[in-house]
């Protein structure tokens, strides 16, 4: 830290000035209020008591003490009062001074976290419950963004990544077809075609993950029957699932068939997202089952394939944006990689989890969604 960053932490802001001289005011008007009541309003308060209770003889006696009394009350009064205001002024400035090095410190901080230095932290300055509240929201809010802005950087990174292939698939088939070594027939064209369709679809995938991300403003809760939405979602994957000859099946059950609170759009997305997954990674021949359990407590749906299945290693970053691995299901690159973290932000979104489990490569995946009926969507 610099110096003159320094400087500005240890000097008074104004708030502390004012603060201190109002208090330092406070004081000096009681100890003016105190000598006056003493030293002026006490003697003629005590010799008019003397009178109108039959001492007058010896109140006219007192009343050449008078000058005597309040000389020894205001010389008692100095004495202690000039060191009890001259204690108190260092209480205050003290006080007034930590309160003044906890406001810069909090200054400086915003300030580095503006110019986006987000690893600083805010110590407790032991002022008090509400300095330590405000200290650890602050650090909370550090870390929050701290967190955005990782994740900022991976996204644009993968993204980066992800772009690569088609560009330099594109990139060397233009060159081929300059140098006269491509032909430009039907296979190179199909191969733009592929190539400009998958960066369509990252493209549009990642307006998804953004819109999922965003969606708790916007959701559209309304009471659905979740085995209703999977029903729906299966049917819609039957044609492209008889054409690779893998079986769909739905089934329900639980004691407590009744409709939850969810956006009927993006779950239905969700289902979709999910089915379409499975049907990618099953071998023909394979199935894939959807079973809505109705719980009291909660609704859970869950989407079962006999296909591929994740290795443990891999099983915990399934959710993870762009994430692939060189084996197993995740080998497939038709998909950009998003669709399982767009379908958990979605649940997420609504209150819900969305959990992976496998028992390894080639015994099939499943993935559950959860809903709890009593839940406040996030």
């Known amino acids: 830290m610099s110096s003159t960053a320094t400087d500005r932490r240890w000097s008074w802001s104004p708030l502390t000035v004012r603060l201190m001289l109002a208090q330092t005011a406070v004081l000096v008007v009681g ?81 580095q976290v503006a110019a986006g230095n987000y690893d600083v932290h805010v110590t407790s300055t032991k002022l008090g ?47 081929g077809i300059e140098d006269g070594v491509v032909e430009w027939d039907e296979r190179t064209i199909g191969i733009f075609d592929a190539q400009i369709a998958r960066m369509e679809r990252l493209a549009r995938d990642i307006r998804q993950l953004t819109a999922a991300e965003e969606a708790t403003a916007r959701l559209q809760l309304t009471l659905q029957d979740p085995g209703v939405l999977a029903c729906q979602a299966a049917a819609a994957i039957e044609p492209a699932a008889a054409v690779k000859n893998i079986a769909v099946t739905t089934s329900s059950g639980g004691p407590m068939a009744t409709p939850v609170l ?17 049907l990618g990674h099953t071998p023909p021949g394979g199935a894939i089952t959807v079973h809505t359990d109705n719980a009291p407590e909660a609704v859970t749906v869950t989407v079962t394939d006999t296909g591929e299945g994740i290795s443990p290693e891999h099983l915990e970053h399934v959710f993870a944006r762009f994430y692939r691995v060189h084996t197993g299901r995740e080998a497939h690159r038709a998909g950009s990689g998003l669709g399982l973290a767009i379908s958990r932000s979605l649940v997420e979104a609504q209150g819900g989890t969305l959990e992976a489990a496998s028992d390894g490569l080639g015994h099939g995946a499943t993935f559950r969604i959860r809903l709890p009926r009593n839940r406040d969507p996030e």
């Open 129 to 175: 419950p509400e300095f330590d509240l405000l200290a650890d929201s602050f650090n909370d809010m550090a870390e929050k963004l701290a967190a955005v802005d990782t994740t900022r950087r991976q996204l644009l990174a993968d993204l980066a990544h992800e772009m690569r292939t088609p560009l330099a698939s594109l990139k060397g088939h233009l060159e």
């Open 31 to 111: 100890l003016i209020i105190v000598v006056v009541t003493a030293v002026l309003v006490g003697p003629s308060m005590f010799y008019q008591e003397l009178i109108e209770s039959g001492h007058a003889y010896a109140a006219f006696g007192l009343v050449h003490l008078e000058d005597a009394f309040r000389s020894v009350i205001l010389t008692a009064l100095v004495i202690g009062g000039l060191p009890a205001l001259f204690i108190a002024g260092m209480l205050s400035f003290y006080l007034y001074r930590t309160i003044g090095r906890s406001l810069a410190s909090f200054s400086t901080a915003a300030g």
């Open 262 to 278: 969810l956006d009927q759009e993006r779950m239905g997305q969700v289902l979709g997202n999910l089915l379409e997954n499975a």
